[in-house]
């Protein structure tokens, strides 16, 4: 074996074999895979195969399209089958909400460029006449690209061109150690010896999370056992193979809980398993003694599936059971990949917790190696980042999500929805206070955080639709209430950081695109990458001349910690410190919100003593050290308490009794989106710039230094000096459209006289305007205040409208009240 390479691939399963293609075909060659028995020995050799389109998100679906068309190519430059068949996949909906879904989902599809079409029950039957017509049927969608790919197959092919164009492949090579060397290689120790490497990538499959033991990483995927079985010969799928007929299209109806392929001449059926008979397997690390191997096949765990599937497709119990494979692979809590930097390592890159590698291998592997070698993936990853998940994410609370996740993988999901299991976990000192006020919550990293306040504890109940729901009236209180008086939201989970040093305040300039604030000030500022693209958004809070205080999202606190540890300068000159678990937040909002506070502190909150965007530290009530920032995402007059977390369940208190309301996530969603406020992963992302997002005034390419104006550097402006000089960019404007029992969500396609020119990236009802918002990506010439347009929502067309700034107090006069 080699001693060394610039790029090493741990595990040869097909996810393996993709980074490793995926590396020469972006022209590193000098790349070697490492794999501890045979290619294809773990969970690749016994995956069902099947390429799958359908997720309500427009990068994973970019993603999953990506993966069926670079095997297409591989397909072309082996001149021989990878088994790739794109027999297309048409799923059958039997309720409202299924139908809802895929109503909802369509426009998400045709913005993202993946072919699919709705479908009548009676298209459905002669689509695929196997299925027993029910009076249920509300419709299906049919993805015509869609299919399977034979994954032993396609993971040679993908190794063969690898190799062809220089890589290196060694089998029955087990690495057994890592050691990250003084200068920032890795030493890689395998039973056949050493090898360096400049990029190390785990591949590893069932075996992530003992390998990553190795590291310190503690990754939140757990391998579940999942299974299918194979029939024997259908005589009518044998005889229109004889004619030359098409396949049918695979087949998935929620009645049943699994899918149907044919299987040359046969019918695969893959059932999901409900939650209350998943198996999990190797939780900590998998048996010395398990290979190439299967596990005992389980008919008990999906009886129930069979049974039902028999109704639905009679042919399906005419012929006898040929095959049963079951075996493992990993899964994760939200069902997505950990694909990117690992955290806390310096060129060490994940693959790992892939549920169905050879759905996710081609994609993962191409934007892997192209962010590897470019520096850049080259769209915006967040939604697969390993590092979305923070230290809550135990072993024991990643088996009970992982359990949930897959056992309601059939069922029809709404964005944003609430799943039980595992909470709550991580509490404030207020939740039961708010609990008692009838809080009705939701998670943001690992913290219960109120979603909207019903009458009573016992109407606290969860309740999720595509349409007009019952609380929808109460969150609309909530929203008047906070916007005509005040409101309180509970927001502690936010990410809190403090930076400090000598060096504090040079090193945050070159970072952040916008200058810093003054003393006593605070600016939103965004943290760009090499491409202009918005990789973080914080407020910067100054309290000396180097010493700031940092704030931003909750759910991104992993990855905001050790996207700033990798720049940190390493002679010691600044300190970051993450206080997030220490600090409590508890915000403000309305026009009554001065009176109501002043008489809980001693500081003056005059216009004149505590202007808008500023900061002081006081006492509020009983609480000492709290930081008082003048600022308020609702858009109104307020300001936002951040204390040490023993006070949080005393301040509540105070306000309480103070007799102010609190409200809930969605009531500030709705606002913000009345202010076009952006949101992190929605208009502030990696792969859209300021400008594209009208966040010019927050980017500061000069400044005054001694009375004369001088250059600022700071990382992404040179892509951002070539976009403005170029020019030719979508803009994000704001749209008014009709409220009609369904909303418009995020995704979704906007259209000129029926042609797809951009997308939502954020929308929903504006409970104080009465009608639907969105921010939309749309040409520039576009962009004009009253300019007309529409947005695909619910698969209808609905008219919308360019507003000018936003729908509420487009000038801030309430916040600067």
């Given amino acids: 074996m080699q001693s060394h390479a610039k790029v090493v691939v741990v595990g040869g399963g097909c996810v393996g074999a993709s980074i490793l293609y995926g590396l020469t075909e972006h022209g590193c060659s000098d790349a070697v895979m490492l794999e501890r028995t045979t290619l294809t020995s773990g969970s690749t050799w016994h995956a069902a195969g099947l390429l799958v389109t359908f997720v309500r998100s427009y990068n994973v679906s970019k993603m999953t399209m990506e993966t069926i068309r670079i095997y297409s190519e591989v397909e072309k430059k082996m001149g021989a089958s990878v088994g790739l068949r794109k027999v297309g996949q048409l799923r059958v909906a039997n309720t409202e909400k299924r139908w809802d879904e895929f109503q909802s989902y369509v426009s998400i599809a045709e913005a993202a460029g993946v072919p699919c079409q709705l479908l009548t029950p009676e298209e459905i039957a002669e689509v695929h006449p196997l299925l027993n017509q029910s009076p249920d049927i509300r419709g299906g969608i049919l993805h015509t690209e869609d299919g399977y790919v034979n994954p032993a197959d396609i993971t040679m092919a993908l190794a ?49 999370r003992e390998n990553a033991r190795r590291v310190g990483l503690d990754l939140p995927c757990i391998p579940i056992v999942h299974q299918y ?12 193979r004889a004619q030359g007929l098409s396949e049918f299209p695979i087949l998935r109806d929620e009645d049943y809980g699994a899918y149907l392929r044919e299987d040359v001449g046969g019918i695969q059926f893959g059932p999901y398993e409900f939650t209350k008979d998943l198996k999990l397997f190797a939780e900590d690390c998998v048996p010395p003694e398990f290979g190439a191997d299967l596990l005992p096949e389980d008919f008990d765990a999906v009886e129930t599936q069979w049974e039902r599937a028999i109704e639905r497709v009679p042919t399906l119990g005419e012929v006898g059971i040929k095959a049963n494979t079951r075996g493992p692979f990993q899964m994760t809590p939200d069902e997505l990949p950990l694909a990117g930097p690992a955290p806390g390592h310096e060129n060490l890159w994940l693959a790992e917790g892939m549920p169905g590698g050879i759905l996710w291998g081609g994609t993962v592997g191409n934007r892997l190696a192209k962010w590897i070698v470019d520096g850049n993936p080259g769209m915006d990853m967040s939604e697969l980042d390993p590092r979305r998940f923070s230290d809550y994410a135990s072993k024991r609370w990643t088996m009970d999500k992982v359990r949930e996740t897959w056992g309601t993988h059939m069922d029809a999901h709404v964005p944003g929805e609430d799943f039980p299991e595992a909470r709550p976990m991580k509490t404030v000192g207020s939740y039961d206070l708010l609990t008692a006020q009838g809080a009705v919550w939701t998670s943001f990293n690992g913290y219960e955080f109120p979603r909207w306040f019903t009458k009573s504890p016992e109407e606290a109940i969860p309740e999720h639709s595509f349409r007009r729901t019952n609380h929808m009236e109460l969150v609309q209180e ?32 070159s970072i952040m695109a916008n200058k810093l604030p003054k ?60 206080i997030s678990e220490q600090l409590g937040v508890i915000a403000l909002a309305g026009p009554k919100a001065r009176e109501i506070l002043q008489p809980l502190t001693d500081n003056d909150l005059s216009n004149e003593a505590f202007p808008w965007l500023s900061a002081q530290m006081g006492e509020v009530g009983y609480a000492k050290g709290v930081h008082l920032l003048r600022v308020s995402y609702t858009g109104e007059l307020g300001w936002e308490l951040h204390h040490p977390i023993g006070y949080n369940r005393h301040l509540v208190d105070l306000l309480l009794k103070a007799g102010v309301k609190p409200f809930g996530l969605e009531a500030l969603e709705s606002m913000r989106l009345e202010k076009s406020y952006r949101a992190i992963n929605r208009e502030i992302c990696k792969d859209l710039t300021p400008y594209e997002v009208d966040l010019d005034r927050f980017v500061a390419m000069t400044e005054k230094i001694g009375g004369q104006v001088a250059e600022r550097e700071f990382v992404g402006k040179a892509a951002l000096l070539k976009q403005r000089e170029e020019g030719n960019y979508n803009r994000l404007v704001t749209l008014k459209l009709p409220f009609c029992d369904t909303s418009v969500m995020f ?71």
């Fill in 519 to 578: 003393l006593g000030r605070m600016t939103l500022s965004l943290m760009l990458n090499d491409k202009g693209g918005m990789d973080a958004e914080y407020t910067i809070v100054r309290y000396a001349e180097d010493d700031f205080y940092l704030i931003s999202t909750p759910n991104w606190r992993a990855y905001n910690w050790d996207q700033l540890q990798r720049v940190l300068p390493r002679d010691g000159s600044v300190v970051i410190e993450d």
């Fill in 160 to 208: 063969k061109l690898a190799r062809d164009a220089g890589a290196k492949v060694y089998q029955n090579t087990e690495a057994q150690a890592y050691e990250k060397l003084d200068n920032g290689h890795w030493k890689v120790t395998t039973n056949q010896g050493e090898i360096t490497c400049e990029h190390l990538i785990f591949a590893t499959g069932n075996y992530a």
């Fill in 229 to 240: 079985w194979t029939t024997e010969t259908v005589p009518l799928l044998k005889e229109r």
């Fill in 478 to 509: 909530e929203v008047r209430t906070t916007r005509e008086e005040a409101g309180f939201i509970e927001m502690s989970p936010m990410t809190k950081f403090v930076v400090r040093g000598p060096g504090a305040a040079r090193w945050l300039d």
């Fill in 747 to 817: 995704d979704e396609g906007v259209y000129a006289d029926g042609k797809l020119i951009g997308r939502v990236t954020s929308g929903g009802f504006s409970y104080y305007c009465n009608h639907d918002i969105a921010m939309a990506l749309v040409p520039q010439d576009m962009t004009a205040s009253g300019t007309k347009m529409q947005v695909m929502v619910h698969n209808e067309l609905r008219e919308a409208e360019v507003i000018n700034v936003c729908a509420v107090d487009p000038t801030s006069a309430r916040a600067r009240a």
